[in-house]
């Protein structure tokens, strides 16, 4: 998720180094100017040698008679000056040049006469249409070339420019009296209406209509206004028009005061601050309220800028908000499936992935409490009834624990954490309890007796997880005895008979071949083809038959003979990956890590001297850690997991959704893969949460450069889902289950992508 401010920050910049934002900038200035739209000043006027005035006079261009007569007439108007879009050419071969420069005399120093330059398309040199010296000796000069962009459009208008050797002023800088550098720009305002510029035809000013009075007192511009003569162009938020428009609305822009541009970089600055601002609000209101905010400082306040003739690009700080609103809103949703993992489907409670979360760290002690006929009374309920049962269950407890709150497993489980000071009185707490299950509940008119045992773990020294198993398993001692509750006692567990023989055998059982790996095939969802295995280790007693791998894994992470069972399993699937990697196949071997060994000094050698045995190459072997693990390591230990990924091999989190990975997190820890809990999977067709999580847990993963597995896979439908949503492996029944190497040989040729389908 981090990733997408960081590509924001990196399109804001150069959106604004390389100016490519500059068209949707364009488009949000019109609309502006849409919003702000007002009359001119009126001190400007337009005469246009439109079509009117070709059907009278003849076609442009005139005479140089013409031109006098219309100087003539404008001036004895009343006409404060008179301005010419248009280059006056071919004064030497006109019989009426002598009239024209005797109007010019007649009004001296209030006529300017345009001094252009063209460029010749074929050469690129500079044609310069200059008047002839005579005629400038009683008019003065002005510039009305127009820069536009790709489409036609004049954005923006110029002080003055250079003219050959002569510096020649624009006429909105020569009109407005608002001058500025040589080839300096300044944007035009295009909120000021054309229809409210004072218009005459030329025919009315060479008749010497009446209206002319309307020029009285104004500054007059002359230019073409018919199509096919003279230049036409796109003015933004109008219909194109000719060139003497594009003046007319420079020259006010300049007379309502010298605009200010700011560089896209003053706004990139404030919206950069204000993200920052964001990044470190803690609290959602606050968070939703900037997101709120920043599409209307974004839009609304170039608006009020551009009222006092302030000009800006908003498009480089409006990518980086957009981004820093799409972060967030992706981080309100990673929140959202955060605490849809910690909540009961049922009764919406806190499940026991809350526990594990609030007690990773706890040092508190930890009651758990199981109602052992929860199936039988859930199932003669009517089907809505559970949840209040639940909530009946729930506010019992609540009565006799202090107010403590209250998590739900699955099966009438419910755990609560106990302040350290006041486990060793827990006695009368849990006796008062079960005075209150004597009551029959009372649930949809139903009287319910409920049975009731409690377990207590007293040990802060071991993780949550391993506490809240040692809890369970008091509660079934003290249901099994008849007893209200009983405190776990690793001491007492221990000295029985069978967890002394399970120790004591479990190194002789590696030895023996009793302890053996089963593999578990891995379909790729793009190709079909089975891509690789998980290795799960298996138990088989020779008295006792299957044994629980859960019970002896952690009956081993206990007592420190993790490291030699890790070892024994870690060897035999790199050995079956090394003979299943030949012939070109490319095929992966997933080994489970025990938190145990994380920042084990043993664990790199063992790892580094495996696949040196068998010469596997290391980007076939995957590491996987659960994701709670791998949140509760500790720094060296991430460092651990960098070493042992710069070797090459992939590293994977376990039983993703199950935890509480932070986005920070994610980033920080060198994982290849993401493994999406068969819990989220299980639902998937007929969840619409679940589908929207995996989907969007999917996205995020390939977002950080990581593939993602499902587990639990044991239909089709959801198989084909999966493939839909672009997960990329699936594992589970559907596919097969664990099996010994000899089958999974048998499997793997038996085995065809039609099979996948």
């Known amino acids: 998720m981090r990733i997408m401010l960081i590509w924001a920050l990196v399109s804001g910049l150069l959106f604004g180094l390389a100016d490519i934002g500059r068209p949707v900038d364009d488009m949000f200035r019109a609309m502006r100017n849409k919003a702000r739209d007002h009359n001119a000043s009126g001190q400007v006027a337009v005469i246009g040698i439109d079509s009117l005035s070709q059907q009278e006079i003849g076609n442009w261009p005139w005479t140089a008679q013409q031109y006098a007569t219309m100087i003539q007439n404008i001036g004895a108007a009343g006409a404060k000056r008179i301005f010419f879009d248009f280059p006056i050419n071919g004064l030497s071969r006109d019989p009426g040049t002598a009239a024209l420069a005797a109007a010019l005399k007649d009004n001296r120093g209030k006529v300017y006469l345009a ?20 005629m400038r000796r009683y008019s003065r000069l002005i510039n009305t070339n127009v820069w536009i962009n790709g489409f036609n459009a004049v954005w923006n208008g110029r002080y003055a420019n250079n003219v050959g050797d002569l510096a020649v002023p624009s006429i909105a800088a020569e009109l407005s009296g608002v001058h500025g550098a040589l080839g300096e720009e300044f944007p035009i305002d295009y909120s000021i209406r054309i229809g409210s510029l004072p218009y005459l035809s030329a025919s009315e000013v060479l008749r010497n209509e009446a209206i002319m009075e309307r020029v009285r007192g104004s500054d007059v511009i002359i230019g073409t206004n018919a199509q096919g003569i003279g230049n036409r162009y796109a003015i933004p938020g109008h219909r194109p028009s000719a060139s003497v428009f594009v003046a007319a609305l420079a020259a006010e822009t300049l007379l309502a005061g010298r605009p200010t541009t700011i560089g896209w970089w003053v706004p990139f600055l404030i919206a950069l601050v204000v993200t920052g601002l964001m990044l470190r609000a803690s609290r959602t209101p606050l968070v939703l309220g900037m997101i709120v905010l920043l ?60 526990l594990r979360s609030a007690g990773v760290a706890s040092q508190d002690g930890l009651i758990a409490a199981r109602i052992h006929n929860y199936a039988e009374a859930a199932t003669a309920l009517p089907a809505a009834a559970e949840k209040e049962l639940v909530e009946q269950i729930i506010m019992r407890l609540s009565l006799g624990n202090g107010g403590a709150r209250v998590y ?50 007293a040990d802060p020294g071991r993780t949550i997880q391993s506490r809240m198993s040692s809890a369970l398993l008091a509660c079934q001692e003290a249901q099994n005895a008849g007893e209200h509750w009983r405190v776990y006692d690793p001491t007492k567990l221990e000295a029985t008979e069978w967890r002394v023989s399970m120790l004591g055998e479990l190194d002789a059982a590696i030895d023996n071949g009793e302890v053996w790996v089963a593999f578990q095939p891995k ?24 044994i629980n791998p859960e019970e002896f894994i952690t009956a081993a992470e206990r007592h420190d003979r993790i490291e030699k069972l890790t070892d024994h399993v870690l060897n035999r699937a790199v050995q079956v990956a090394a003979r299943l ?24 050698p063992m790892v580094v001297q495996t696949l040196r045995r068998h010469g596997l190459p290391a980007e076939r072997l995957i590491l ?44 920080r820890c060198p994982a290849t893969e993401l493994k999406i809990d068969r819990s989220f999977v299980r639902m998937l067709v007929s969840s619409r949460s679940d589908r929207i999580m995996v989907n969007s847990t999917i996205e995020l993963a390939h977002s950080l450069g990581e593939e993602v597995v499902a587990e639990g896979v044991e239909d089709n439908e959801t198989l084909q889902l999966l493939g839909q949503m672009g997960c990329d492996k699936a594992q589970g029944y559907l596919i097969g289950r664990p099996m010994p190497f000899e089958a999974l040989l048998d499997y793997l040729a038996a085995y065809g992508p039609a099979k996948a389908a």
Request: charged fraction near 20%; charge should be negative.
């Open 523 to 546: 379909l790729d969802l793009l190709s079909g083809e089975i891509c690789g295995a998980e290795a799960l280790v298996r138990w088989t007693h020779p008295e006792k038959g299957p």
């Open 115 to 134: 001094a252009n330059f063209s460029e010749d398309v074929a050469t690129g040199q500079r044609i310069l249409l200059v008047p002839p010296p005579e």
């Open 581 to 604: 990697n030949t012939g070109g196949r490319k095929f992966d071997m997933a080994v489970n890590l025990s938190p145990r060994l994380i920042g084990h000094a043993n664990l790199k």
């Open 408 to 457: 739900q497993g699955d099966e009438g489980i419910f755990m609560w954490l106990v302040p350290s000071a006041n486990i060793n009185n827990v006695g009368d707490q849990l006796a008062g309890l079960s005075a209150i299950f004597r009551s029959p509940a009372n649930v949809s008119g139903r009287l319910v007796d409920l049975s009731i045992a409690f377990g207590v773990d």
């Open 295 to 354: 599409p209307i400082c974004a839009l609304g306040l170039p608006l009020l800028l551009e009222i006092y003739g302030i000009y800006t690009q908003i498009m480089p700080a409006l990518v980086l908000m957009l981004g820093a609103m799409g972060h967030h809103a992706l981080k309100l949703h990673r929140q959202n499936f955060n605490e849809r993992g910690m909540v009961n489907e049922v009764s919406g409670q806190p499940n026991l992935n809350a």
């Open 624 to 667: 996987e850690i659960t994701e709670t693990a791998a949140m509760s390591s500790a720094e060296a230990a991430m460092q651990e997991l960098k070493e042992l990924r710069s070797l090459g091999l992939q590293l994977s989190i376990d039983d993703y959704g199950t935890g509480f990975s932070t986005l920070d997190y994610l980033k």
